[in-house]
Structure formats: structure tokens, C-alpha cells
């Protein structure tokens, strides 16, 4: 009797050390897993502080851009009003051309 509670016993505790074993095996993975995860991350963040000095170094140009833009708009509104005004001028004159 007392042997077979003895292999009970020792097939227990046999269990729970390979349980406990298994579980160091997962941390240790896990780990390793969250050791891979913190180097992207750490290169992730050097590549967006990159980009962004790269943004702001670019900034001025993009400034310059906006800036012509808003000046060819003005500039495309007054030619607009300027053919208007011509195509105005252009009538009244074939209407006195016709007098």
C-alpha cells in the first residue's frame, strides 16, 4: 500500500515538474519574444524621429509651395477677370466698329 501511494506521489510530483518546467520553458519564449518586440520598437521609434526631422527639415520648401500655389490661384482669378474684361471691351469696340 504504502508503495503504491509512493508511485502516486512521485507521478505527481513528477507532473508538476514538468508542468513547472514547460512554464519556463513559455517565459522563457515569451521572453524572448518581448526582448525581439522592444528592438523593433526601439527601431521604429529612431526611423519616426528620422522622418520627422526629415519632415521638418523639408518644412520651409513645403512652406514655399503653399505660398506659390496661393499665388498662382490669385493670378489664374485675374486672368480670368482680365479675359472677362477684354471679351467685354473686344464687344463694345465691334459695336462701334459697326457704327
Given amino acids: 500500500m ?11 510530483l513528477t507532473a508538476t515538474c514538468e508542468d513547472y518546467k514547460l512554464l519556463e520553458n513559455m517565459n522563457k ?22 522622418l520627422n526631422q526629415k ?9 514655399q509651395i503653399n505660398q506659390i500655389e496661393e499665388q498662382v490661384t490669385a493670378l489664374e482669378q485675374a486672368a480670368y477677370k482680365l479675359d472677362t474684361y477684354s471679351k467685354k471691351l473686344e464687344a463694345k469696340f465691334k459695336k462701334l466698329e459697326k457704327r
Fill in 55 to 63: 519632415y521638418a527639415s523639408l518644412q520651409p520648401y513645403l512652406d
Fill in 2 to 12: 504504502f508503495d503504491k501511494m509512493s508511485v502516486f506521489l512521485q507521478g505527481e
Fill in 29 to 50: 519564449l515569451t521572453s524572448l519574444k518581448y526582448m525581439e518586440m522592444k528592438d523593433i520598437s526601439i527601431n521604429i521609434s529612431r526611423n519616426l524621429q528620422d
